[in-house]
């Protein structure tokens, strides 16, 4: 046996997804990005979504050419639908199932409009409790499911009324399925990330200097004195993705260097 082979043979029994079909949606940018490169390191076959064709197509050149990168509207029943369609001809079933897309929009809560309330509901809770469903049926047993909620789930968070109550019904929905799962084999938890250098920030609307302001502010309150990387968030998502796991049911992993003590 040579040495190459031998070289290999170790590499696959340090990879702690080899022969797993992973689901990420948002994969194509953040901390859906991040974890996906992370999974493939780790052997995992890659299915990933986002609503940009173009930050798609780069994040597949990035990650692989025989990763199946979808363009996928998470708040809308038939993408979703049309998802677990060609993800269960590409792949026959899931293994893990990353419900990270997402989306935040700021405002006071007097300002909060219609469409802004509809759009963040729409997006961040409705699609991920119909992304969970619509894909059971290809979930296979011992499957894993990771929810991104948020430190604004627990913590008051002016501004961002809708995205922190959303993602309350999300650390809701965690604990629930997490009973009605688990007799399936199937176990699901959520990943509370706090700040993260991601692009999210640069999508709230606001003038550059006011985000610079808040990241400034956000830096100064943080114990650990600095934004999170996507990375970061990842290694979490890769734990609660593999056998590492296989005790935790229906809780909640927050990474947020200390943010929620405060």
Same mark, same amino acid.
């Given at each position: 046996? !040579?040495?190459?082979?031998?070289?290999?043979?170790? /590499?696959? +029994?340090?990879?702690?997804?080899?022969?797993?079909?992973?689901?990420?949606?948002?994969?194509?940018?953040? /901390?859906?990005?991040?974890?996906?490169?992370?999974?493939?390191?780790?052997?995992?076959?890659?299915?990933?979504?986002?609503?940009?064709?173009?930050?798609?197509?780069?994040?597949?050149?990035?990650?692989?050419?025989?990763?199946?990168?979808?363009? !996928?509207?998470?708040?809308?029943?038939?993408?979703?639908?049309?998802?677990?369609?060609?993800?269960?001809?590409?792949?026959?079933?899931?293994?893990?199932?990353?419900?990270?897309?997402?989306?935040?929009?700021?405002?006071?809560?007097?300002?909060? !409009?219609?469409?802004?309330? @509809?759009?963040?509901?729409?997006?961040?809770?409705?699609?991920?409790?119909?992304?969970?469903?619509?894909?059971?049926?290809?979930?296979?047993?011992?499957?894993?499911?990771?929810?991104? +909620?948020?430190? +604004?789930?627990?913590?008051?968070?002016?501004?961002?009324?809708?995205?922190?109550?959303?993602?309350?019904?999300?650390?809701?929905?965690?604990?629930?399925?997490?009973?009605?799962?688990?007799?399936?084999?199937?176990?699901?938890?959520?990943?509370?990330?706090?700040?993260?250098?991601?692009?999210?920030?640069?999508?709230?609307?606001?003038?550059?200097?006011?985000?610079?302001?808040?990241?400034?502010?956000?830096?100064?309150?943080?114990?650990?004195?600095?934004?999170?990387?996507?990375?970061?968030?990842?290694?979490?998502?890769?734990?609660?993705?593999?056998?590492?796991?296989?005790?935790?049911?229906? @809780?909640?992993?927050?990474?947020?260097?200390?943010?929620?003590?405060?």
């Amino acid at each position: 046996m !040579s040495n190459a082979h031998n070289i290999q043979e170790t /590499i696959k +029994t340090m990879q702690k997804l080899t022969g797993k079909t992973a689901l990420i949606t948002g994969g194509n940018s953040g /901390i859906g990005l991040a974890t996906a490169k992370l999974f493939r390191e780790h052997g995992a076959r890659l299915i990933i979504t986002g609503r940009d064709k173009t930050s798609l197509a780069q994040a597949r050149s990035v990650l692989g050419d025989d990763v199946l990168a979808i363009q !996928s509207d998470a708040g809308k029943l038939a993408d979703i639908e049309s998802l677990m369609q060609q993800t269960q001809k590409q792949f026959g079933q899931l293994d893990i199932l990353f419900v990270n897309a997402g989306i935040a929009q700021a405002a006071p809560f007097e300002f909060v !409009s219609e469409e802004q309330f @509809d759009d963040m509901v729409t997006i961040d809770f409705k699609g991920a409790f119909f992304t969970i469903q619509k894909a059971l049926p290809l979930l296979t047993k011992n499957a894993s499911i990771i929810v991104t +909620t948020s430190i +604004t789930n627990q913590m008051g968070s002016p501004n961002m009324s809708v995205y922190g109550a959303c993602k309350a019904a999300l650390r809701s929905l965690v604990q629930t399925l997490g009973l009605e799962l688990i007799g399936r084999g199937i176990r699901i938890n959520a990943i509370s990330p706090g700040p993260i250098a991601t692009p999210i920030f640069g999508r709230f609307g606001l003038p550059d200097e006011v985000q610079q302001a808040i990241k400034a502010e956000i830096t100064h309150k943080s114990p650990i004195k600095r934004f999170g990387a996507p990375e970061e968030v990842a290694k979490a998502a890769l734990f609660l993705a593999s056998d590492d796991s296989s005790y935790i049911v229906g @809780d909640e992993i927050v990474v947020d260097g200390g943010m929620s003590l405060l």
